[in-house]
């Protein structure tokens, strides 16, 4: 890894003694819909109550590249000691590894089932989170990025907020003619009531995924141009970094101080 001057600060992700802790536990979620079983960790701030105005909420895929790689509790923690952000739980949830964590992410209904009615119904059953989209945030890296932008397309009176970390939306369902098959429903579709928060690195136009698709970095670019164009709130930032975890460290925390505060920055770029 090589950090120049101007990289986005790592401050964020940083452990400090100093401040208090919240509390990461893990369970094991068995989904009906999918017929297999999900880690889950569920994060609660400091001082969490179960009894006072309820939390927003956080849900991230890949959840335990959250856990580990690009620590989210940490992040949550010093954000939330320097009241950047209002108090949070955050829902980081695990879909299968390899082929399975493909289908599932890849705008999967039945994926996107699994979270509305079975996974969310118990989070607000055993946690006091906000059930306002408004309040609430879904997000992910890659291909977690893709289906956090679906699952809300899908639900917009569920999930108003939408963190994507470079994602991939080049993507096309297997027989489909053309690529950037959700940018496309987009285009189609009335606006919807979905705030956006994008990163992605400029080296990811160095590559694609499949021979003749776009790459990551062009069909970042045009799904923002269409929503910008439809009139959605969003922050678009391109960072110089590639497809890899060390940078999304850094702009996790940009994603939500823009989605979840009242005063956040309108329509960066």
Request: aromatic letters at 12%.
């Amino acid at each position: 890894m090589i950090e120049l001057p101007f990289a986005p600060s790592l401050e964020s992700i940083k452990r400090n003694a100093d401040i208090p802790k919240g509390k990461t536990e893990r369970t094991n979620f068995s989904s009906k819909v999918l017929n297999n079983d999900h880690r889950v960790w569920i994060y609660t701030p400091p001082d969490y109550k179960a009894k006072r105005k309820s939390y927003k909420l956080l849900l991230l895929f890949d959840g335990s590249g959250y856990v580990s790689l690009i620590p989210a509790p940490v992040v949550l923690d010093n954000l939330q000691a320097k009241n950047k952000i209002p108090p949070t739980v955050a829902v980081l949830v695990d879909s299968g590894g390899g082929a399975a964590r493909d289908r599932e992410l890849a705008c999967n209904p039945q994926f996107a089932e699994f979270i509305v009615k079975e996974l969310l119904p118990w989070v607000r059953k055993n946690y006091n989170v906000s059930s306002d989209p408004k309040s609430t945030t879904v997000g992910g890296a890659s291909f977690g990025g893709l289906a956090a932008a679906c699952a809300a397309f899908k639900h917009p009176e569920i999930f108003g907020n939408v963190l994507s970390q470079a994602g991939s939306y080049w993507w096309k369902p297997d027989g489909d003619d053309e690529y950037e098959w959700l940018t496309r429903q987009f285009v189609s579709s009335p606006k919807l009531p979905i705030r956006f928060y994008f990163e992605i690195g400029r080296l990811e136009d160095l590559s694609r995924t499949r021979p003749d698709s776009p790459t990551n970095l062009i069909a970042n670019r045009r799904f923002r141009d269409v929503l910008k164009a439809k009139g959605y709130t969003l922050r678009f930032d391109e960072i110089s970094g590639g497809h890899d975890f060390f940078p999304w460290q850094a702009t996790l925390a940009d994603g939500l101080i823009f989605l979840t505060n009242d005063s956040r920055e309108k329509n960066r770029k």
